[in-house]
């Protein structure tokens, strides 16, 4: 039984050769078959998704993140379910769904409709609107996930500065508006001088310039930070370990400046600092799900829905480029059924 009309519109990326080797990936709005869609236990129309990085680099012949072609991005999605064979997750249900295969080795949310496993769902509490799951997608669930390590490990409010890289993007600014309104002092770093105020307006108590956590420096200097989250990798890690204090522990997930990693021990055998990796996409789904209850409730920013930018399927071309051009400014949602 299906509840899925046999087309429908679906934003989808296809890799086509060149000449050169290098290939090129046609994007755009087409109508999609049904048949086309990978089985699953529970079928969605979608209401709305999400812009991530890994969304841009889904739609470019050297991304490396898509293993289909074509493949329909989108890497989270929250939508009511039309036809489930789960009596856990009803018919009329809004749930939510990220991370695991969807927008990389199967279609995902850039869709009117989705077909995944009764597994990979997250039924929507209360507290929180499929547009603000949306708002927080992706990106914002990997800053709460971050936050939770964090405390995990034994921080506090209260126990000094902690410290947000790439602060005016997706995980950078939901993990500061949320850490701020925890009662944590943030301190946030960006690139876009101009971003000052509003991310002051989530709750930075300072602000760093890029310079200043991008600049090379001894392997330790002097203990600042009590704790860190970090997206942008290879230009900021380097100094966040370097000034972490004795015990800290920084929250890794991104590589928005490159992956590679300059460094040395010393901050882990002299100052017992620790790097928490953070994988969103196969996080299991009983601990996704207990974030996701966090995050409609004391996790909740009180800044969500603010600084978000809607686009619609026919116009996600300019929020793909603009993401991976490092120009985000806050939260792209998609708006597809609505
Ligand atoms: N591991 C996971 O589960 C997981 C989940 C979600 C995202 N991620 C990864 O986390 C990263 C961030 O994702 P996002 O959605 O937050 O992206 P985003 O919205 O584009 O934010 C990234 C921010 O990094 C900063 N930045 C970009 N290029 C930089 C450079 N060359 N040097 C220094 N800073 C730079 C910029 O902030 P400023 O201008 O303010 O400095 C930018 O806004 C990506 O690599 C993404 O793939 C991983």
Redesign the pocket.
Known sequence: MTAIPTTFRAYVAEKLDTPDGAGRVERGVREFQAADLPPGEIEVRVGWSS????D??ATRADGKVARISPIIPG?DLAGKVVASSDPGIPVGASVVAH?YDLGVARHGGFSEYQRVPAGWVVPLTDGLTERDAMAI???G???A?SVVALEERGLKPGDGPVLV??????????ALAILADLGYEVW?????PD?ADR?RGLGAAGILT?DE??AAGKPLESERWAGAVD??????LPYVLRTLRTGAAVA???????PKLDTTVFPFILRGVALL???????AIDRRRAIWDRLATDLRPRSLGEHVTEVELETLDAALD??????????WVVKVGG
């Not at 890289?165 to 939901?174: D, E, I, K, M, Q």
């Not at 997206?231 to 900021?236: H, K, Q, S």
């Not at 990796?277 to 996080?283: I, W």
């Open positions: 812009v991530n990085y890994k841009g680099l890497i991370g997608g992706t990106a669930f990997t800053a996930m890289t790439g602060a005016s993007g997706g995980v950078g600014g939901t946030a770093a960006t690139g876009k971003e991310l890029r956590v991008t997206a942008v990798g290879a230009a900021t890794a997930s991104g590589n928005a400046s490159g990796g953070m994988d969103s996409a196969q996080l603009a993401i991976l051009a490092g120009e985000a400014r806050g939260r």
